[in-house]
C-alpha cells in the first residue's frame, strides 16, 4: 500500500507540536527548549511555512538560523519533523513568476497576501519546489534528530488557470485516448458540448448554468492527481539527495476533500493527519474516532497524528475553551487507534499574523496557565505508555470486522449539482454510520474499492454514486462468499463517467440487492416519516425515500406512513452463501443506532467490550509487539467499575481484582499474551 512496506515505527510515541524558531526572538527560543522539556516533549514540526526565512530572494539561501535552531532542539535530545515549507510562497516568488497565481472558477487571478496560493502545474512553482527539497535534503537530510521529512502542508489549492488547462486536456487524452470515447463518456450531444480538438475542453470554470457532471468530477480527479505529481516529485529529490527518513505530507479533515487518499498514501512511508474536533460536546470523541480511522487505514496500520486543536476549539468564528480532561482523552484516542503520536498545532500560540488567536501547547499567557499543565501532564502520561507504539509481529494494529467503503469519487460525485437531492452529503452519510457503529462499540476500518476484505465480516457501501463493474463485482463476490453487504442509497446509481445505470435504481447493484428502485423520492425539509418492523424498534427517517420493489429480497423495514406507506424501505436478500442488505433512506441518528444493533446482532458481531459503549467507555484494543493494550476513554457521566487482567499504565491500579475508573477519565491496561480474566466494565456499586 504504502512507499515502505514496514509499519512506521519511530522508537516511541512521538509528542509536540508545530515550532516556527523564524517567527520569534532567540531568547524564546531558549524559553522554549526549557518549556519543551518540562513537557516531556520529544519531536516537534519546523517551518512548515519558512519559505521566506530560508530563501528570502531567489537563490539566495539561509540556513544559519536553522542549523541553530535544530542543534538547540538536537542538544536538549528532541526529534524534528522537517517540512519543506511549499505551501506558502515569499511575495518575491510571486511577482517573479505571477504566472505561478491560481485562478479560481471565476476568472480571478489571486495575488499574495495570505498562504497556499500556488497554480499547482505552474512549471516555474514546482521548479522552485523541487528546488527547495533538494536543499533541504542536501543539508539535513542525514542529521541525528530528523525523524521524518513533513513535505508541502496541506495540498488542496485548486487552480482553474491556463496549466491547469493544459494539464487536465493531457490527463484527459491519456484516460480517454481519442475524443469519441470522451464524448461518450460525458455525454456531450447534450446540450451541444461536442468537443471536436482537445483544446476546446476546459476546467469546470464559470459558465451560464450547470456544468456536466462527468467533467466537473473527472476534473478534480486530475487535480489530486496532478497535487500527488508535485509531492512526489519533492519525495524523489529528497531521495536522491540521500536522505532516507520516512516521508508523509498531512491530510486534512475538513469539510472539503480536494485528494483521492489511497493513491497519495501508496507513495509515502506513512500517512499523516490533521484533526480539528468540529464540537466541543462528545460529539468530538466521535469525530476523534472517524477521523483515526481513516488514518490507520489510508496508512495500512500506524499513523501519525500530526496536528491538532492545542487548548482550544474553533467553532462557528468562536475560539472555545478545550477542557483538559477532552485533551487528555482525545490525544488517547488517536492513539488507541493506531497513532505513533500526539502531536499539536501548534507549539507556541502566534502573538501576530493571521492566526494569533489559534491556541498553542503554551498559551498567549504562558506556562502558568490550566493549558499548558495539561500539556505537562499528557506529556508524563505519554512516558508511561512505552511500549505501545512497537507494531504487532503480524496482523492488524487495530482489529475490525466491519469495513466502511471509502472513495473520494464518492464525495465528488454528491458535490455535484443538480442531483436529486442536494440534502445529503457523502461526508454527513458516512459519519453517521460511523458514530452509530461507534456508539454501539464497533471497531471499523476504511476501505478502498477492490481492496482485500479476508479479515472482514461485514462491508457497508455507503453513497458510493458512481461504481464501476469491478466494485460491483468486488462487492457481489463478498457477499457470495459469505460475508454480510450494506449498501445505502445513493450508491451505485451511476457508472464511474457519471452515466445513470437505466433499468431501474441502483442500476449497478439492484440484481445483488434484489430489489428494484421505481422512483427517487426526496423528502421536504422538515418531513419525518416512520418505518416498521417485526425485527426491531420503529424507525425514523427524513430527507430521502425511494419507491422499491422487490425481486428476489425481502423486506425489514416498511413505511407506516407517509406515501410510500407499505412499500419496502430496507430490505435483505440471501446471496450465496451471504446477505446483502439495502437501505433505501436517510436515518435518524437514533434510528440509524437502532438499525445498526439489528444489524450486527443478525452478523453475529459483538462490540469490544460487551456493556462498555452503553455506559459512555470507549473500549479500543490496540495491539503491539508483546502485548495488546485496552484504551479506556471514559466520556459517559456516571463512574464505571472494571475487572480486567492488568496493570492500568496511567494510574499504576491493577484492574485484575476490579477497580473504578471515574467518568471522563481514561486508562491504558496492559494485557498479556496469556491473560486468564476476562474484562468487565459496569456502573459503579457504592
Ligand atoms: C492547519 C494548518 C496549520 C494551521 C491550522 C489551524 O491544519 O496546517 O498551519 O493553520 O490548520 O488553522
Redesign the pocket.
Known sequence: MKGSTRPFDPGRLLYGG?WNPDQWPREVWLEDIDLMQEARVNTVTVC??SWASLEPAEGRYEFGWLDDALELLTRAGIGFFLATPTASPPPWFTLAHPDALPVTADGVRLRHGSRDTYAIAAPSYRSACRRMARSLAERYGLHPGLRGWHVH??YGTIDYGPYAERGFRSWLKQKYATLDELNAAWGTAFWSQRYGSWDEILPPVATQYLPNPGLVVDFRRYSSDEMRSACLEQIAQLRSAGSHAPVTT?F?LPDWNNLEQWSWADGLDVVSL?H?LDSATAEAEAHVAYGSDLARSWSNGPWILM?QNATQIKLDGRALPKEPERTIRDSLGYIARGSQSCMF?QWRASTAGA?QW?SGMVPHVGKDTEGFRTIVHLGEILERLEEVHLPPADGPVVKADVAIVWHADGWWALETPDLPSSDITYRGELRAIHRALRALGIVTDFIAPCACLESYRLLVVPCLYPMDERTAAWIESFARSGGTVVVTYLSGLADSAMRILPGGYPGRLRDLLGISSQSLRPLQPGTQLILRSELGPDLEVTDWTEHVRLNTAQAVYSFLTGPLTGSPAITRATVGAGTAWYISTHLTQSSEQALWNLILRDTGIDPTIVGAAPLGVEAVVRRSRDADFLFLMHDGDVDVDVTAPGPDLISGNDYSKGGLLAAGSCAVIRIAPDAATAVSISAHKP
Open positions: 508545530d512548515p511555512f502542508n496541506e498531512n486534512m490533521d480539528y496536528e498545532f492566526e489559534h
